[in-house]
């Protein structure tokens, strides 16, 4: 008789092992494949608009019925649209920290403006301190008070009029506008300032840092991409924390769908970056203003009806 050749059977321990890390990254039943990557997306298309992300990932829950993401997907998204901006601002990241020992100029724009390395690190720390501050403060009523979607329809609205308000400041109010390579410490310390108000779901970061730009006499251009140089520092704390929390927490943690979420967000918000940023240059914030305030109201009216 042939004898069959020894196979040696793996390890019972390596087997369980694979198995448990498999069975973390599989997506589970919370969350649908189609919310996963609805969700992502809408992160992605909305962080840098001028419309809030983080209201819309509620939104996008209540409209279809699905159960709430957590804040574990949330910080996740939020990490794929950190990785977004990075990318997309490499040069002026990279050029502020190797040029900031001697001090060396930063491309800041496409048209040959510069700022000296250390004076744009000093605006952006200035931008960030006071959310730092203020938002651990606030956090946890926010998240028990305002995650809902009848207070971010309210507060749609509220940036509807925030962006009316930096349009008639850029069309009316300062005939001769500035960019970042003259921007004060002070202005900038102010727009940081006015983003601690986007930890309210439904209030938009990247608005009311433009508009804030915007009323100390920025181009809308330059208002938005120090916005986006702030937003930086501001999603990777947000991500940090909110991350911590869930982790704390005891929720499941779906490692797979946070994954798969960070990786469509990523992709989705570094076109959204680029085709903003070219809009500004001859467009204006109208849409976005007619947007918030046409879904603001229509959520507003929805819950009031029961829906």
Known sequence: MERRPKVNKPDSGCVNVWHEIFETFKLQEAMSFIQII????????????????????????WLFNWPDQGLFFDAAVHVGTLFAVLVYFRREWIQMVTGFG???????????????????????????????????????????????????????VATAFALIVGELFGKYIHKKTIGIDSLKVQQGFTIGLIQVLAAFPGISRSGVTMVTGMAVGMTRE??????????????????????????????????????????????TAYFVIAGFIKLLKTGSLRPFIAYCLI?????????????
């Open 38 to 61: 609805v969700l992502a997306v809408v992160q992605g298309v909305t962080e840098f608009l001028p419309i809030s992300s983080s209201g819309h990932l509620i939104l996008g829950s």
């Open 102 to 156: 001697g001090n060396k100029p930063v491309e800041i724009d496409n048209a040959g403006g510069t700022v000296r390395a250390r004076m744009l690190a000093i605006l952006i720390v200035a931008g960030t301190v006071p959310l730092v501050v203020i938002a651990p403060f606030i956090k946890d009523s926010l998240e028990s008070d305002f995650r809902n979607p009848t207070a971010v329809g309210w507060l749609l």
């Open 222 to 267: 330059s208002a938005a991409r120090f916005s986006m140089l702030l937003a930086t520092p501001a999603i990777a704390g947000a991500g940090v924390l909110v991350a911590k929390d869930a982790l704390d927490s005891a929720d499941n943690i779906d490692l797979g769908a946070a994954a798969l979420g960070a990786g469509i967000s990523a992709i």
């Open 295 to 307: 879904a603001g109201i229509g959520v507003v009216i929805a819950r009031a009806t029961g829906a």
